[in-house]
């Protein structure tokens, strides 16, 4: 989900990238003073790459309105610089005006691009777009859908996770729930699937993460959504640790990233 966010979350978030390896992360030893990007950057993800740290996330498209997420590149993970804007996109009548929460995991010297695309906060799908380069460029037009809107009307925030035994690929990704059975909260929850052909398919066997049981993740009372009326919880924007070979940790944020209550767990 598209927020808006202090330093603390950008350097957070990239510490969360290096958890993908089964590794204890190292501590922020000291925290900047200044941003280390003054514009508008939600949803940062952090990755290494051929020795060069890039960071890209949410934010309004480029000068020439033609691209969206920016990329910022590193020699080492502390001085940033801005590169250039990494998803290509031709606006049409139809298409999505909204792209959210890109990451970005690579495999056999391909860079895959996972994201989601939609009309401001509805009918998102989650994509995925290739490229050579890190910095790509990559094309939406050429992207794959992962997720069918027709069948599910809302899916975001795509994590993509290798699971060092083995090497399997998964997708972790948030997507609406309207039950309560299990004493769970009508929301947004997370769930995950493994990716197959070379990270373009989703295997269509998806099991839920985590759902919302708790007061501090409501979203917001009395929401109209679906045609009801709900109090709505939400949990997203999960990132994967494997601790040990068969201990696996799932950050994620819950609540609304426009309220004081918005909190990270695990």
Known sequence: MVRKIQNSFIIFSTILFYVNS????????????????????ADPFAFQSNGMYYMIGTAPYSADDNFTFPALVSSDSTTWKYASHILHI??????????????IAEKDNIYYLFYSAGFDDKQHRIRVATSTSPLGPYEDDDAIELTDVSKLSFAIDPHPFRDQQG????LFYSQDFLDTDDGYRVGTGIVVDRLLDNM????????V?????HDWQL????????????DWYTLEGAAVWQQEPNVYVCFYSGSNWKTPTYGVDY
Do not use: C, M
């Open 200 to 207: 373009t398919r989703l295997a269509g066997n998806k099991t």
């Open 90 to 103: 031709t606006k049409q009548a139809g298409q999505p005006d909204a792209y959210w929460a890109p990451e």
């Open 22 to 41: 089964i590794r204890i992360p190292e501590g922020v030893s000291e925290y900047p003073t200044a941003p280390i990007w003054p514009n508008y950057l």
């Open 219 to 230: 979203f917001e009372a009395n929401r109209s959504i679906y045609g009801h009326i709900y």
């Open 167 to 170: 090497g399997q690929w998964y």
């Open 209 to 213: 993460v985590l759902r919302a049981k």
